[in-house]
């Protein structure tokens, strides 16, 4: 098993070199030369499985002997221990069609867990073996911050720097990541905006001393592994359902597009998926796609789902890769052109294939708050999230032309208790935390004020980060 650059001119790679990687070389995001595929008798093996045992068995043609089978369970197994749900990502019927699927029982409430706790791990395991260490470095609003900080809490061979706006998220969000006392956890209170957050990163990275020096790295949703880890619950929805004797289609709330390539990825091995359904909140961009075949910016609105708002949704290349037929020259033009002037089309027989798969919604404020109160009040009294809410109002709107007798699930992407204000607006009643959050407030806090000034913040992680293994051999 080997990975390929959409761009086409970056080396080819194997598992562990790509999960090091992150972006490759020539600005593209890898993909495997070709997808492991399982017949339907295999399909049908999977019933029953245990959610760690199917995830060992969907997941291990990806690794190509680079982590063994043998290295690979153990640390799947731990990863999915962490979660409060024994199904791990269990399905919720709406209706007669509809099913929601949380994905919420990980330790920060989001779906972001499902592939974080086990990357941490990966990370861990091959950088042993090559007898590294990385200093990951990333800005955060709020969300992604936590979810990373728990992937690599107490991991040996990490040590994480996140840096979050002072004083601009929520009290959950911020307790989240600095309640986590672990001393490889570094929480930064920037002076400045989330912007000044994300330049500072992008600094750190810029400057090619210091990120060789420190072995920089960063966990952010174009990881290959993270797309592999999210294969899996696709997987779990649809034997669950009846597959492979029955189709089954999702509906997706799309911010980066990673969760719903998964589930793309997800029907490349052979699983019967028959449609795909977008839902994007005001930031539409990915709707007007699949709407009109051109892909065009515009400026971010904020919304009750801000996990969700986005300009550029970065894991779409990697379906624009197979609409060009993964002709790296076309797409490298294609992103060119994007990026100079900000919108581009493809033709109408690539946005025709497209959409025999997939659909987009645009779901707005209103909409998205009468869902969250329409579920509630509906006959399981379901408490959704945002984002969720997003999801399943994409649902509705596309089942006027969808199969009933095809299964539809909706994905829950966080935990309702992660956006209360949101939820009780629309709802009128405020989601508790969930038990293993419930003392969040009580907890002791760890973070250091730094101002927004990029050698302030390179002189606190020199001073934290245990010297890259690499580095101290090197010095020997
Ligand atoms: C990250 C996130 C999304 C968007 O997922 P993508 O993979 O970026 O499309 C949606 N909902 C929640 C709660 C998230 O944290």
């Not at 070389?25 to 245990?50: C, K, N, Q």
């Not at 508790?432 to 907890?443: N, S």
Request: net charge negative; with cysteine; glycine share 8%.
């Amino acid at each position: 098993m080997r990975y390929i650059s959409t761009r086409g001119a970056a080396p080819t790679l194997a598992f562990d070199e790509v999960l090091l990687a992150g972006l490759a070389r020539d600005g593209g995001l890898y993909v495997p030369e070709t997808w492991p595929t399982f017949t339907h008798d295999e399909i049908r093996a999977m019933r029953g499985l245990s959610y760690a045992d199917l995830a060992i068995k969907v997941m291990t043609p990806f690794l190509g002997g680079r982590v063994t089978e043998a290295e690979f369970a153990p640390l799947v197994r731990d990863a999915y221990a962490g979660f409060d749900h024994a199904a791990v990502t269990p399905l919720v019927q709406l209706d007669q069609s509809t099913w929601v699927m949380e994905l919420f029982h990980g330790p920060t409430l989001a779906f972001k867990d499902v592939a974080l706790q086990l990357l941490g791990r990966l990370f861990d395991t091959v950088l042993a073996k090559r007898n590294e260490r990385v200093t990951i470095v990333g800005a955060t609003s709020g969300d992604t911050g936590s979810a990373a900080i728990e992937a690599c809490r107490d991991r040996e061979a990490i040590d994480i720097f996140i840096l979050h706006p002072k004083g601009r998220t929520s009290e959950v969000q911020r307790r989240q990541m600095t309640t986590v006392l672990s001393s490889n956890v570094h929480n930064i209170a920037l002076e400045g905006s989330f912007d000044d957050c994300q330049d500072l990163v992008k600094a750190m990275f810029n400057d090619t001393a210091f990120r060789d020096e420190q072995n920089l790295s960063a966990v952010n949703s174009i990881n290959w592994a993270r797309i592999m880890a999210q294969i899996v619950y696709y997987f779990a929805a649809a034997v669950q359902l009846g597959s492979p004797n029955r189709p089954v289609s999702f509906a997706v709330p799309t911010g980066n597009f990673g969760n719903v390539y998964a589930a793309y990825g997800a029907r490349a091995m052979g699983l019967p998926i028959e449609r795909l359904v977008v839902g994007t909140n005001s930031n539409d961009i990915l709707a007007r796609f699949f709407a009109t075949g051109t892909m065009t910016t515009a400026g971010v609105t904020p919304t009750i789902s801000p996990s969700m708002d986005i300009q550029i949704s970065s894991n779409f290349e990697r379906l624009l890769f197979d609409l060009y037929d993964r002709d790296g020259k076309a797409l490298t033009e294609c992103m060119g052109r994007f990026r100079a002037g900000g919108s581009f089309a493809v033709t109408p027989e690539q946005l025709g294939r497209a959409r025999l798969l997939f659909n987009g919604h645009k779901v707005d404020e209103d909409l998205t708050s009468a869902t969250m109160a329409s579920t509630r009040l509906s006959a399981g009294g379901l408490m959704i999230d945002p984002h969720t809410a997003v999801g399943l109002a994409a649902a509705r709107a596309e089942q006027p032309h969808l199969d009933p007798s095809v299964p539809l699930v909706a994905l829950a992407c966080a935990h309702p208790a992660k956006f209360p204000d949101a939820v009780e607006r629309a709802t009128g009643v405020r989601p508790p935390l969930p038990p293993r959050l419930a003392d969040l407030y009580e907890r002791e806090e760890r973070v250091i004020v730094l101002p927004n000034d990029l050698k302030a913040v390179q002189d606190f992680v020199r001073s934290r980060a245990r010297r890259t293994a690499s580095a101290a051999l090197g010095a020997a």
